[in-house]
C-alpha cells in the first residue's frame, strides 16, 4: 500500500488491467487509494450529496443462469426489482456538479468512501494496456 495510506485499515488491493472502457458513475463502499500503473484514466468526481440529483433512481440487477460448462445466459426478461445502489441506471446527469482529474501512470487519488466517480481508461500507446491497483480500506470516518 501507499505511503499515504499508513493511518487507514487495509481491506483488499484490486488489480484493474485492460484496454479502452468507461466505468459508469458510481461510489465505492470503502475508502480507495487508486494507483495508475500503465497509461491513463480520467475520473469524473461528484461529493457524496450529488446523489440527491439523480432523477430516475439505480442500476437494476439482472439474473444470470449458469450451465455447466462454463456458460451463463440471461433469463428472458428477467430484470429484478431490487436495484444496485451506488451505480447510476442511467448517463451521468449534465447539472450534476463534477470536478475531472486524470492519472498517469505513477499517479495516485484518494477517493474516500461515498464520492460519486466515472472511470475513462486510456490505454497506454505503446503496449495498447491501462493497468490500475484500488488499494480498498475501511471507511476512516
Not at 488489480?15 to 479502452?20: A, C
Not at 475508502?31 to 500503473?37: G, I, R, S
Not at 468526481?45 to 439505480?58: I, N, Q
Amino acid at each position: 500500500p501507499p505511503p499515504v495510506a499508513t493511518m487507514l485499515q487495509h481491506k483488499r488491493t484490486d488489480l484493474w488491467i485492460g484496454y479502452k472502457s468507461v466505468s459508469r458513475m458510481h461510489f465505492d463502499n470503502l475508502d480507495n487509494v487508486f494507483t495508475q500503473l500503465v497509461g491513463s484514466k480520467t475520473f469524473v468526481l461528484a461529493p457524496p450529496e450529488a446523489g440527491s440529483s439523480m432523477v430516475r433512481g439505480r442500476l437494476r440487477k439482472a439474473v444470470r443462469k449458469y450451465s455447466h460448462p462454463g456458460v451463463f445466459s440471461r433469463e428472458a426478461g428477467f430484470v429484478m426489482d431490487e436495484t444496485v445502489i451506488n451505480y447510476l441506471d442511467q448517463d451521468r446527469p449534465p447539472h450534476m456538479p463534477t470536478a475531472t482529474v486524470t492519472l498517469n501512470a505513477g499517479d495516485a487519488l484518494y477517493l474516500p468512501f461515498g464520492w460519486w466517480h466515472e472511470v475513462h481508461a486510456h490505454p497506454d500507446a505503446q503496449r495498447g494496456l491501462c493497468a490500475s491497483a484500488s488499494h480498498f480500506y475501511f471507511p476512516y470516518f
